[in-house]
């Protein structure tokens, strides 16, 4: 268990495992600060494999914080679009901005001064700063609490479950090799403890953890109360004009702010007649609604969404107003700061079109 005794060799077996079995990860090859600060925002909320190649894309993109920093922002959320929560990428290009002008270009090494950066948090801080700079500040994110919970089997839970883990995050830190240390409990709680079924068997810690001498790992950490998933309807009306399809622009700072979409709205039971309507009322487009052309699922937050396509036809003049609509040919979409619904509409629909259909 992991008394003040035992702690010296739960790091040294932990850190020991790390060094021999680590995944060859990208961001992991250059402790560059700019490159940890990149992946570290991008592996927020989403899986390591979904983020390897978005990294290489981004970082092609925007070699330097510099480069980031004088981008626009359209062509930030371009590089960012498929890879979903969008404030992620404005507050990243907000950060380099920042950074360049605040600290020269170089993350900075205070954990005071990194909080200052635009969406940095206590989390970020501690992963730059440890990997990066090798500065001893332990970083915890959810691999590093579910790790923490079952290693003292944590009792409490919602914020004070977070307090507890994040002084035992503090007390077990190998401040010789923070970078290291932070990257092997997250190792460890991505590949081994992980949320559903941990692989005691094959922990190197096994023999200092509490949950498990217990016989309770599934038991740690306790169980937050999640909000309940809503179930949303959405229909989008696919308009298409000399092989180009119509794509409209959210507001600025609603959900997904200023990204392109298929016109679309959610639906009260309305169907084709709702889209008609609400097109109509939010952006002046008169269309008219013809076969439905696919059904297809999504998942946003707390959102269960249920999205219906629908073939349509433009009536009247094609929209003038290029700020807020744009024909784009559906190979030329992944260039654009897209939604990941549109995406998977755009694919769900990309077959060839019968005759049964309208075409603008
Ligand atoms: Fe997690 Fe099991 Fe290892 Fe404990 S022994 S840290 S529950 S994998």
């Known amino acids: 268990m992991p008394d003040p005794g035992g702690i010296p060799e739960l790091r040294a077996s932990l850190l020991g495992w790390y060094r021999r079995v680590r995944r060859d990860l990208p961001w992991r090859r250059d402790a560059d600060d700019y490159r940890v600060w990149v992946s570290e925002v991008m592996l927020q909320q989403t899986t390591v494999r979904a983020v390897a190649p978005y990294f ?12 980031l920093a004088v981008a626009g922002e359209e062509d ?26 605040r600290h020269g270009g170089r993350f900075p090494r205070s954990v005071e001064a990194a909080l200052a950066v635009p969406g940095v948090g206590p989390y970020t801080a501690g992963a730059v700063l440890s990997i990066a700079y090798g500065e001893p500040v332990a970083a915890l994110d959810g691999n590093v609490r579910r790790v923490t919970a079952r290693l003292f089997a ?62 309770e790992e599934a038991s740690f950490p306790r169980a937050r109360t999640r909000r309940a998933p809503v179930q949303v309807t959405v229909a989008a009306a ?52 013809g076969a439905l052309l696919a059904r297809a699922a999504h998942a946003i937050t707390f959102r269960r969404i249920r999205l219906e396509a629908y073939r349509a036809r433009l009536r009247g003049r094609p929209p003038a107003d290029s700020d ?37």
């Open 76 to 101: 930030v959320l371009a590089a960012w679009s498929g890879l979903g929560y969008y404030h992620r990428a404005r507050n990243l290009h907000r950060g380099a901005r920042h950074v360049v002008e």
């Open 154 to 215: 944590v009792t409490e839970e919602g914020p004070r479950g977070d307090a507890a883990c994040r002084t035992h995050a503090r007390e077990l830190l190998e401040t010789r090799a923070p970078g290291d240390w932070n990257q092997a409990v997250m190792e460890l709680g991505a590949t081994v403890c992980t949320p559903r079924r941990p692989r005691c068997g094959g922990c190197p810690v096994a023999g200092h953890c509490r949950a498990h001498a217990r016989g």
């Open 56 to 67: 290489e894309r981004f970082l092609a993109r925007f070699p330097t914080v510099h480069a």
């Open 324 to 360: 807020r609509f744009r024909w784009v040919a559906r190979e030329e979409v992944s260039g654009l700061a897209v939604s990941s619904l549109t995406h998977k509409v755009l694919r769900a629909t990309a077959v060839p079109q019968g005759s049964t259909g309208y075409r603008a």
């Open 238 to 289: 696919i308009v298409e004009r000399h092989g180009r399809v119509l794509l409209v622009r959210r507001a600025e700072g609603r959900l997904m702010g200023r990204l392109w979409e298929i016109p679309q709205t959610s639906l009260e039971g309305g169907g084709a007649a709702g889209l008609e309507a609400e097109l109509r009322e939010r952006h002046g487009l008169h269309v008219e609604a």
